[in-house]
């Protein structure tokens, strides 16, 4: 599995969008982006993916550069619900069974 | 919207115990795995389960555990002889056909005392 590297730590404040980068730069190119979170111990929750295209869904947006070496999560107006430990993971399409690789994350704290 | 489920949500066991971690994957999802999580550090993958066989364990993943799909709704981890190092979180999750993503269960808390 590619690695990824996020940092260890941001703040935002309520109300305002978080933006939470991501970088894997030894991307194959059949592997996808996926964002998780998990919110103090509970498990793991999905949040989106994508290959190459921005995705976009109810809980966030997935930006992906064009050359793949990095991707931004965007919660566009975070809540104090939103603190968590975000996840970035790349690997091939689940239909093929791989297992998930999970890194150290990056703490996101909400702040009113 | 279908969830994993794991039952019990939290299990106190004395060191050298037997205990059993249960789970019931999304209906109609072919992939299983466990996962497990100590207290203050990564989720790490153990084991992986497909067509009633293993198909991928971690190195974590020793002969102290076991996983079984016992009947069509269940999907087990048995830790044999339980040890101090074994408390963490555990958790099971799911992938059906497709490109839809890994569901997780919000785990069981295993103490071992």
């Not at chain 1, 970088?23 to 949040?47: A, F, K, L």
């Not at chain 1, 968590?84 to 690997?91: D, E, L, N, S």
């Not at chain 2, 971690?58 to 002969?63: A, P």
């Amino acid at each position: 599995d590619a690695k990824t590297t996020q940092p260890p730590s941001m703040d935002c404040a309520e109300g305002r969008a978080a933006n939470l980068p991501c970088n894997h730069s030894t991307i194959s190119g059949n592997e996808y982006v996926y964002w998780y979170r998990q919110i103090h111990s509970q498990g793991p929750q999905y949040i989106i993916h994508g290959l190459k295209n921005n995705e976009t869904n109810e809980m966030a947006s997935l930006i992906i550069t064009e050359d793949r070496k990095s991707s931004t999560l965007i919660l566009p107006h975070a809540t104090l619900r939103d603190t968590a430990v975000y996840y970035c993971i790349v690997r091939p399409p689940m239909e093929y069974g791989n297992k998930l690789v999970f890194g150290a994350g990056t703490i996101l704290r909400v702040k009113s | 919207e279908p969830e994993v489920t794991q039952t019990p949500s939290h299990q106190v066991t004395q060191m050298g115990q037997e205990v059993i971690l249960r789970c019931v994957p999304i209906s109609n999802h072919l992939y299983f795995y466990w996962y497990r999580q100590i207290l203050g550090q990564k989720v790490e993958f153990l084991v992986s389960f497909y067509n009633n066989e293993i198909s991928e364990k971690s190195e974590i993943f020793d002969d102290q555990f076991s996983v079984e799909r016992p009947d069509g709704s269940n999907f087990t981890l048995k830790i044999r002889s339980t040890k101090l190092e074994d408390s963490a979180m555990y958790f099971c999750a799911s992938i059906g056909t497709g490109r839809s993503p890994l569901h997780f269960g919000n785990g069981t808390r295993l103490t071992v005392t």
